[in-house]
């Protein structure tokens, strides 16, 4: 059976998101035990120019959500840049899940050798779809789920790779 574009994109989205958001409710978490207010721990960065956590979340569910529509060629929903707490940024989460999820696989049908154009900071990016999930998309989701899961981490949240694994082969 050939694999479609979908099986290497949805599913690894949902099972990222859904593993940020069990770091994000440790963080969560961690900020009432040690009287951190939230809004600290949302705006803690590794380094001064790094974006901070609120941020790395809103990035990386902006990848997962803008991925699966570009290459089924469906107008992506839109998800305003506004949260500023723990249960904004996990309902986001949870709209991101709801979102992937509701496409399916059929939808992808064709999407590796679909013309793919994204406008980025570095201008205007033109890719296959296969090279718009391989060199782009799943490279960039990941990157910013990291960050996230990286920034709580630092911070002192008792998480460690088994968190951000989830349960693997089970």
């Known amino acids: ?7 290497f994109t949805a599913p690894v989205f949902i099972r990222t998101l859904r ?10 978490k961690y900020a009432a035990e040690k009287n951190i207010a939230p809004d600290v721990l949302l705006g803690t960065r590794l380094i ?22 570009r290459l089924t060629v469906t107008e992506a929903m839109p998800f305003p840049d506004e949260e500023k707490t723990f249960e904004e940024l996990e309902a986001r ?6 979102y992937v999820e509701s496409f399916d696989a ?8 679909r ?13 296959d779809g296969q090279g718009y999930v391989t ?16 920034i709580l981490r630092a911070s002192g949240v008792p998480i460690g790779k088994a968190d951000w694994l989830g349960d693997v082969g089970r």
Request: charged share 10%.
């Open 115 to 127: 013309p793919i154009q994204v406008k980025s900071r570095l201008g205007e990016l033109s890719f």
């Open 106 to 113: 059929a939808q992808f049908e064709g999407a590796g050798s």
């Open 48 to 69: 001064p120019d790094m974006l901070p956590l609120v941020r790395q979340v809103q990035i990386a569910t902006d990848h997962a959500k803008n991925c699966c529509a």
């Open 135 to 150: 060199s782009f998309a799943l490279p960039n989701f990941f990157f910013h789920a990291s960050m996230a899961y990286a």
């Open 93 to 98: 989460i949870a709209r991101c899940i709801a």
């Open 1 to 7: 059976m050939t694999q479609t574009l979908h099986a």
């Open 19 to 28: 593993n940020l958001l069990h770091v994000l409710q440790a963080g969560q």
